[in-house]
């Protein structure tokens, strides 16, 4: 059974929750439009590729809206997930950015940590998470007034009050377009427009990041629990998503 037959499910209120999905990606378009002809686009998706990113993608695509697509390929993505990223880039309207580590930060930190010291402490974790992510974002966000995600309540508790437009930081608006899509949501879309996605999702990876930090799930177990499965955390994140207060917007009329 692969991943659509066994999570297709659309909530009674999904074609609501569509509407609604891309009213908010229309008026992201027009809100943060490139400021001169010919000039960059002030928002942009950030992909890793996964089942909510595909939808969010196959939207900006099929409704034709200015809005930047990029990927962050750490050097340590499985390689079903690079072979959907070279697919995606073949077939996408919107030209798709790849950002990766700086190669010198890198080989000196592997050099001194090993090649996997993310399994030593949460500390060499986060910090091959900074080198790996979190500075490849600030280069793909500079410029950028605003980005989206496929952030959902239902992935994680830390995720339980994401809102569609979040202000809380002073740098950029992220705008969380599925925040309120079931699992069973995301699947009906993508059996609906027949969207390409990871095969690591009919191997149960709910969740799918770089391959030494991400391992299948087992029935009963919560989406975010095959990432850094090791640590005795409450909240799994590698620093992308980790807000410094809740400014929360209602949902569009």
């Not at 960059?40 to 089942?51: F, H, K, Y």
């Not at 900006?60 to 750490?74: A, E, M, R, S």
């Not at 949460?122 to 992510?133: E, F, G, H, V, Y």
């Not at 427009?193 to 991400?214: M, V």
Request: a neutral charge; glycine letters at 6%; proline letters at 4%.
């Amino acid at each position: 059974m692969n991943a659509i037959e066994l999570n297709a499910r659309a909530s009674s209120d999904f074609d609501a929750k569509l509407a609604q999905t891309t009213t908010l990606l229309q008026q992201a378009a027009r809100d943060y439009a490139p400021l001169t002809s010919g000039a960059r686009t002030r928002i942009s998706q950030a992909s890793s590729l996964g089942a909510e990113d595909v939808v969010i993608s196959h939207l900006i695509n099929t409704l034709q809206l200015d809005i930047g697509i990029f990927v962050l390929q750490t050097g340590r993505l499985h390689g079903e997930t690079l072979d959907l990223l070279a697919r995606f880039q073949a077939a996408s309207r919107v030209p798709v950015e790849v950002f990766t580590p700086a190669n010198e930060a890198v080989v000196q930190f592997v050099a001194r940590e090993g090649q996997d010291p993310m399994y030593k402490s949460i500390a060499l974790r986060k910090a091959c998470c900074q080198i790996r992510k979190m500075e490849p974002l600030a280069r793909a966000l500079t410029g950028k007034d605003a980005w989206i995600t496929g952030l959902r309540r239902e992935q994680s508790g830390a995720r339980a009050e994401v809102p569609l437009i979040d202000r809380s930081d002073a740098a950029r608006v992220k705008i969380n377009p599925l925040a309120d899509w079931t699992w069973g949501d995301v699947w009906h879309f993508i059996a609906q427009q027949r969207i390409d996605y990871n095969p690591l999702h009919d191997q149960f990876y709910p969740s799918i990041g770089c391959a030494p930090c991400t391992r299948a799930v087992s029935a009963g177990e919560d989406f975010r629990a095959g990432r850094w499965w090791w640590e005795d955390e409450a909240a799994k994140e590698c620093g992308l998503h980790v807000a410094a207060s809740k400014t929360l917007e209602k949902e569009p009329a």
